[in-house]
């Protein structure tokens, strides 16, 4: 009697956790030289009811293959366009000529095939690829396009950390949606809600994942729309950071909470080893305790958008804690020393520039330096190899998630104080937080793949998509060093 009791007991929590969790999808791994992105619309039963319309690459029914390449190597894309529109495919972080970047200017029209190529110049460091076409990326992302990019290099690959793909080394592209009453994604032109009411992981909702009892390494990618994260563990378990967008730190770092805003990427190492094998522990988005809220982004001064997830704390996903793995050899602590990165100092910079967060107000969009992205305006000239000091100050109503295409900066202040650099982001970055009332400083060098001609310049702007597509983004070519292989790549590339 008993027995079946319990039976009984454990078949309806089995039924309980079926509901209530669902496995997330593990990205396909290409791996290689030669990619074929095959973009399409697809569909995905993500709710109860209507199947949802998605955007999606390959085998994907949303979201796309995780490309892990190698640092040196010639990589070659394939990028065919089914959707039935123009796109664009950006690898976000990249290194690389401004022809091959996928921004805005290298647009694929419906039907057609764009095949960029580059020699692999990023140290290893979790990337990522997205649609950048001008007032359509929100369009675009909410449907999820996008994937992760790996690159692996030697100096990663000699030290003992998880990397066994879907094993112990584990890629989470984190989004929130809202849905219409027939279950399909709220999305401009019809809607223009960008903070979403509902968590999907990798694609998934109510994501869980079973990991080994041993260190596992996540790759987290804030691939919002809008929504910045604050993300830690149930339990408040301490977690290690090791990487941020442009790759590895010199040394980890020991963390229980971690912003992360939309563009951002970091790699964490948790242990599990300590945890019983059945047992679970969420990874949280949690109410940063600011008044207005950082999982709801960052608010305007009323501090209210409307989203059901604003000012309350989240599962991003659910993890059972399987047994230690025997696909690799388990990861029993993190190394203490990572990398031996040298960054540039302000000392370093011998051009000085400053931009400001404008527009904002009733219906203006927001912009930077009172300009409103046009095609055909270079907001910026770089002298090839010159390192240079760019300050971006927010006096403005709103907060904002700041990119620039191509490089990799170190950030030397916040609000002009080094102190002020949060120790999760003291690494290479490509994208950073930009707080109201704040100002941000980094340096960077302009070192490679000139790119004079303004028909294919790159790109700095908000990394909300709305915003981007709004118009607050600008553009800034690098000249010099014509005898550089690479400009010869200046001609139309573009289809
Ligand atoms: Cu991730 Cu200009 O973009
Ligand atoms: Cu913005």
């Given at each position: 009697m008993k027995k079946s009791f319990f039976t009984l007991l454990a078949l309806s929590s089995v039924i309980i956790l079926q509901a209530q969790y669902n496995t997330i999808t593990i990205p396909e791994a290409l791996y290689g030289t030669n990619f074929n992105l095959n973009i399409h619309?697809?569909?995905?039963?993500?709710?109860?009811?209507?199947?949802?319309?998605?955007?999606?690459?390959?085998?994907?029914?949303?979201?796309?293959?995780?490309?892990?390449?190698?640092?040196?190597?010639?990589?070659?894309?394939?990028?065919?366009?089914?959707?039935?529109?123009?796109?664009?495919?950006?690898?976000?972080?990249?290194?690389?000529?401004?022809?091959?970047?996928?921004?805005?200017?290298?647009?694929?029209?419906?039907?057609?095939?764009?095949?960029?190529?580059?020699?692999?110049?990023?140290?290893?460091?979790?990337?990522?690829?997205?649609?950048?076409?001008?007032?359509?990326?929100?369009?675009?992302?909410?449907?999820?396009?996008?994937?992760?990019?790996?690159?692996?290099?030697?100096?990663?690959?000699?030290?003992?950390?998880?990397?066994?793909?879907?094993?112990?080394?584990?890629?989470?592209?984190?989004?929130?949606?809202?849905?219409?009453?027939?279950?399909?994604?709220?999305?401009?032109?019809?809607?223009?809600?960008?903070?979403?009411?509902?968590?999907?992981?990798?694609g998934t909702p109510n994501g869980q994942i079973s990991l080994p009892k041993q260190y596992v390494r996540l790759r987290i990618l804030n691939a919002e729309v809008e929504r910045g994260y604050n993300l830690g563990f149930s339990d408040n378990r301490t977690f290690y950071i090791v990487a941020n967008d442009g790759g590895l730190l010199n040394a980890p770092v020991?963390?229980?909470?971690?912003?992360?805003?939309?563009?951002?990427?970091?790699?964490?190492?948790?242990?599990?080893g300590n945890d019983t094998v059945g047992s679970s522990v969420d990874l949280k988005a949690y109410n940063s305790g600011q008044t207005l809220g950082f999982p709801g982004g960052e608010p305007n001064t009323t501090g209210q958008f409307g989203s059901l997830l604003n000012n309350i704390d989240f599962s991003v996903l659910h993890i059972n804690v399987a047994a230690t793995t025997t696909a690799t050899t388990p990861i029993t602590a993190v190394p203490s020393i990572l990398a031996s990165n040298t960054y540039w100092t302000a000392a370093n910079a011998t051009v000085t520039r400053t931009m400001t967060v404008t527009g904002g107000q009733g219906a203006t969009p927001f912009s930077l330096d009172n300009h409103t992205f046009v095609f055909d305006y270079i907001d910026k000239t770089v002298n090839l190899n010159d390192i240079e000091k760019w300050t971006v100050t927010n006096n403005n109503i709103f907060g904002h998630s700041f990119h620039i295409h191509d490089i990799e900066f170190k950030i030397v202040a916040r609000n002009g104080s080094a102190t002020g650099v949060g120790t999760h982001e003291s690494g290479w970055k490509d994208t950073f937080y930009l707080p109201r009332n704040e100002s941000v400083t980094f340096v960077a060098k302009f070192d490679d793949f000139a790119d004079a001609d303004v028909t294919h310049p790159y790109m700095y702007h908000c990394h909300f998509a709305g915003h981007e597509d709004g118009g607050m983004m600008g553009q800034f070519i690098v000249t010099g060093?014509?005898?550089?292989?690479?400009?010869t790549l200046n001609t139309d590339f573009s289809l």
């Open positions: 619309e697809s569909t995905k039963q993500i709710r109860t009811g209507n199947l949802t319309v998605t955007g999606s690459i390959n085998n994907e029914t949303f979201w796309g293959p995780t490309l892990i390449i190698n640092k040196g190597e010639e990589v070659h894309m394939n990028v065919t366009n089914n959707l039935n529109e123009s796109t664009t495919l950006h690898w976000h972080g990249m290194h690389l000529p401004a022809v091959m970047d996928g921004g805005p200017h290298q647009i694929i029209p419906a039907g057609t095939l764009w095949q960029p190529y580059w020699t692999v110049m990023n140290q290893a460091a979790t990337l990522w690829y997205h649609p950048h076409l001008h007032e359509t990326t929100q369009e675009q992302i909410t449907k999820g396009v996008g994937g992760f990019i790996i690159v692996k290099d030697p100096q990663e690959t000699a030290l003992a950390l998880p990397r066994t793909y879907g094993v112990d080394d584990i890629v989470l592209a984190l989004t929130s949606r809202s849905y219409s009453t027939a279950n399909q994604f709220d999305s401009p032109p019809t809607s223009v809600r960008v903070y979403g009411d509902y968590m999907l992981t990798n020991a963390a229980t909470r971690v912003k992360l805003m939309v563009g951002e990427r970091i790699e964490i190492m948790v242990n599990l060093n014509l005898g550089n292989d690479q400009n």
